[in-house]
């Protein structure tokens, strides 16, 4: 579900922050018609946002598989916008494996984006809310983090109180996230009658255990009505959806 919600995001952040041009529209994410790209990307709002991206996502000196996931979409959306996208897919691509080897043109190019949207607060608010999303997406903010997203927003003279209501938003929402999660975990444990101390061998035996019990062929042969034999399939898929909590917590 959190998976869903941050890929969901990408493409609302994006529709806002490429509505209401009012100057240079050439140089601006454009969703209303197939632009054809004039001048370098670099210097467009496309390039410029995903090198901002590149400053925040290398941050912590990694891409977790989610993080990696949400750039690909970002690169696919903004890219759709363009009439050729897959050249404009590489390019960006290109853009943000080289942004993200220096943090020292991260004003600079901070600077450039605020001359594209000098006119719309709302829309640098957005990028900034964007920014934070793609911190955010592994569920740990760092410090390292926290210092380029203020860099930035200080460049792109983004209020200070308006940065940290964002920061506060997606801190709630992960610690509601991350409290959801304890509690699924406890009760698939609970479920199996297994415990976190448990091998993965011993929590597969009690797992087979449980299937053997409450399989809907085994209540069946033991002469089962159809009430029990329908509890039994319900209780099995409980038992299933629990165990693949856990080995998916687990990594096995």
Known sequence: MEKVLFLLFVGVILFIIARNYRTEDFKNINIGSKQRLIGDLKDHEAGLLVALMAKVSK???????????????????????????AYIRDELKKIYNQEKQTFDNTITISQKYLKLTKRDYDKRLKVI??????????????????????????ALEVNKIDLEAIIKRFERFHSEQKAHK??????????????????????????????????????????????????????LQEINEAYEIIKKDRGI
């Open 182 to 235: 304890i509690n699924t975990l406890e009760k698939a444990y609970e479920i199996l009658g297994a415990s976190k101390d448990d091998l993965n061998d011993e929590l597969k035996s009690k797992y087979r255990k449980l299937v053997r019990i409450h399989h809907p062929d085994i209540v069946t042969g033991k002469g089962g009505d159809k009430t029990s034999i329908a509890e039994a399939t319900q209780k």
């Open 59 to 85: 941050a912590d000196g990694q891409v977790c598989e989610l993080e990696a996931e949400l750039l690909s979409h970002t690169f696919n959306d903004i890219s759709s916008h363009f009439e050729d996208s």
């Open 129 to 154: 809310e964007y920014l934070v999303n793609v911190a955010f997406i592994d569920s740990e903010f760092s410090e390292t983090e926290f210092m380029i997203i203020e860099d930035i927003s200080n």
